[in-house]
């Protein structure tokens, strides 16, 4: 990831675009006060820094929204982010991503994302890993998850950072950080493996598996020496609930295994599942018939009162007919009941004529004959009746006899699901028993899975341990620190024919001689600092660069010819200036040739940007100088400022005026 435009819009739209070259040195020198310093700042504010450190001055006042156009093979990301409102920032942001990317107009700029957001996808697009730096048991601090922030620290070096003897990285004298640049380094360095998360959630899979194995071998070892008392207990069990036939208790463990064997090839009896359904269809007959018998019962017996009540009045009628016959023994010319038929004595009560007597008998006949003529039907009405509820009776009791044999098989059929239930139970005992042992026949593959399982978990934790990470790591600083020596060497810096170390502990350059070693710090000159900073941070982005590491592939360096030039009245011109020596250009001409043949040996895989005061007259320095700030020409255009100005100017007279109206 490289930077290949700074775009700055001001607040009326105006479009200021700075353009660099991705894979080459940047230079842009001027004099003081044309914003050469700011422009670190404005690309880490653009990169989502918290706080904004922008000089305050013309650009603050100026610029309403600060662009950085990035480029990556493939891929290109445009990020702009408003002004802060005094000590405000804002964490909305306008993002862009796309194979080429079209810096937008003043008015496309509409906030699109967050700095949350940016972040996560520059650590994604720089291919930083899942890693997490765990605190050591015991430290209070937090862990750190690594993102693209973290890795922003090798890419800025300001020109107080680029002079100070006692900081060699960007930021480090800020509250937390040398701490977290000891903790993200080695990850940026690749000492610790990139894989370290997939690693570790190997490592737990693999000692739970090494858990199991290792209890299944102990599992082996019982079987070997008590595990037939289990065996042969299980079988006990396995009889009791009649899973298995009453025998012989095996006598070996061979017996007890192929008995429980046996028992696992048990399934369950079936219960009929419709019991319930004809039960209901049983009983809804019964109440059906229940009703039926009743409403027969209940004809019959009215019928029976009809038969009893006609059989009453067949019997009183020929009761009545027989007195009634007697009337064929009065004379037919016997006084019409004046006197009696017998003693012919005169009554004092007249009786019926006789031919009433003879009526009466007659009609009593015909309905005797009428009654007699029914009595077979009623008897018939009577014996249907009768037969019915009869039949309907038995229907009842066969009815309730196929209820109770349902109601029973109901009974059976739970005591077979208890039954069904005691024996799966057991079986299950025996089967959970067999899958978790393995005969003694087997106790070798057992302790094969064991050691192999054991020496997974000793390679990843190897993977992982800290002296491994501590190997990886020497190994990186030293390779860093032979590169250090080496262009120390070619600069001619103090101290550089002695090893030379980067310090992960003190975070400096030591230079290992054989009295003591001495740090940075300790040594004099700003020439040494500034010298080992340009050296150091070039070492750094070569591994890098060669290793493929996470980190952006850009470098500012700004003001290096400070500790030759340290002000820009004297030094417009490293080149011509009468101040300069002849000393003091050759090691700017040696700096700056250290810093060409760097780039250019990674073959396009840095870019460094260089702002500096002092203009390096050699060939390189001048095909790679993009703008020169002299003569009125900076960072900001000369236009928008005095645009501001006027601007500010009116808005005070405005103020003024209407002060002025104000009541006194």
Not at 220 to 226: F, K, N, R, S
Request: net charge negative.
């Amino acid at each position: 990831m490289q930077i290949k435009a700074l775009a700055l819009y001001s607040h009326t739209g105006e479009l200021r675009t700075l353009e660099l070259v991705p894979g080459a040195v940047n230079i842009i020198t001027g004099e003081s006060k044309t914003g050469k310093s700011a422009l670190i700042e404005i690309v880490d504010y653009c990169l989502g820094r918290e706080s904004c450190k922008i000089p305050e001055g013309p650009i603050l006042d100026t610029v309403a929204w600060y662009g950085l156009l990035l480029t990556r093979p493939g891929e290109e990301t445009f990020v702009a982010r408003p002004a802060p409102r005094g000590q405000q920032t804002t964490g909305l942001i306008y993002m862009e991503t796309a194979d080429t990317v079209v810096l937008p107009t003043f008015e496309q700029l509409q906030p699109n994302s967050n700095v949350d957001a940016l972040v996560e996808t520059l650590t994604r697009q720089v291919q930083i890993g899942e890693y997490v730096h765990r605190t050591p048991t015991g430290q209070t601090r937090r862990d750190v998850a690594v993102n693209f922030r973290h890795a922003l620290t090798y890419s800025f070096q300001t020109q107080g950072e680029l002079g100070d003897k006692n900081q060699l990285f960007h930021r480090q004298a800020e509250e937390f950080m040398p701490q977290t640049i000891r903790d993200t380094l080695p990850y940026f360095l690749g000492a610790v493996p990139e894989e370290q998360i997939g690693l570790e959630q190997r490592l737990r899979m693999a000692t739970r598996e090494l858990a199991l194995a290792e209890r299944a071998l102990r599992e082996v070892a019982d079987i070997e020496g008590q595990g037939f008392t289990r065996a042969n207990s299980l079988v006990v069990e396995a009889r009791e609930v009649g899973i298995i036939a009453d025998g012989p208790q095996p006598q070996d463990l061979t017996g007890a295994l192929e008995a429980r064997h046996a028992v696992t090839a048990w399934r369950p009896s079936n219960a009929n599942p419709e019991v319930t359904d004809q039960l209901g269809s049983l009983q809804a007959a019964r109440d059906e018939l229940n009703a039926r018998y009743q409403n027969l019962t209940d004809q019959l017996r009215s019928v029976e009162d009809f038969a009893a009540a006609s059989d009453g009045y067949a019997d009183e009628a020929q009761q009545q007919i027989v007195r009634l016959q007697t009337i064929g023994l009065v004379p037919a010319n016997a006084d019409a009941g004046r006197h009696c038929p017998l003693c012919e004595s005169e009554l004092e009560v007249p009786l019926p004529e006789i031919s009433e007597f003879q009526q009466a008998l007659i009609s009593m006949q015909s309905n005797l004959r009428t009654t007699s003529r029914e009595r077979p039907r009623v008897q018939a009405i009577l014996g249907d009746l009768r037969q019915r509820r009869w039949a309907t009776r038995e229907e009842l009791k066969s009815n309730a006899v196929a209820i109770q044999a349902l109601l029973n098989e109901q009974s059976a059929a739970q005591e077979l699901r208890d039954a069904n239930s005691r024996m799966a139970r057991v079986v299950g005992r025996v089967s959970l028993y067999l899958e978790s042992i393995s005969t003694a026949d087997e106790s070798e593959d057992r302790r094969r899975a064991v050691e192999q399982t054991r020496q997974r978990v000793a390679d990843l934790q190897a993977a992982l341990s800290p002296e491994s990470v501590a190997e990886a790591l020497e190994y990186a600083l030293n390779v860093i620190g032979n590169d250090i020596r080496s262009w120390g060497s070619a600069l001619e810096l103090e101290h550089s024919e002695y090893p030379v170390r980067l310090d992960l502990r003190r975070l400096t350059v030591v230079s290992d001689r054989p009295q003591r070693p001495i740090p940075l710090d300790r040594m004099g000159s700003a020439a040494n600092w500034v010298g080992y900073h340009v050296a150091a941070h070039l070492a750094m982005h070569k591994w890098f660069a060669e290793h493929s590491r996470p980190v952006p592939n850009f470098l500012f360096l700004d003001q290096p010819s400070q500790a030759y030039f340290p002000e820009d009245a004297f030094a417009r011109d490293a080149a011509t200036d009468s101040r300069a020596t002849d000393a003091d250009r050759l090691a700017v001409d040696r700096l700056y040739r250290l810093v060409f043949d760097v780039v250019s040996a990674l073959g396009g895989s840095l870019q460094v940007i260089i702002t500096d005061h002092a203009k390096v007259n050699t060939e390189d320095a001048r095909a790679a100088t993009v703008e020169e700030w002299r003569h009125g020409r900076a960072l900001v255009p000369m236009s928008w400022i005095e645009t501001n100005v006027e601007t500010a100017s009116r808005d005070v007279d405005s103020r003024s005026a209407e002060d002025a109206d104000q009541p006194g």
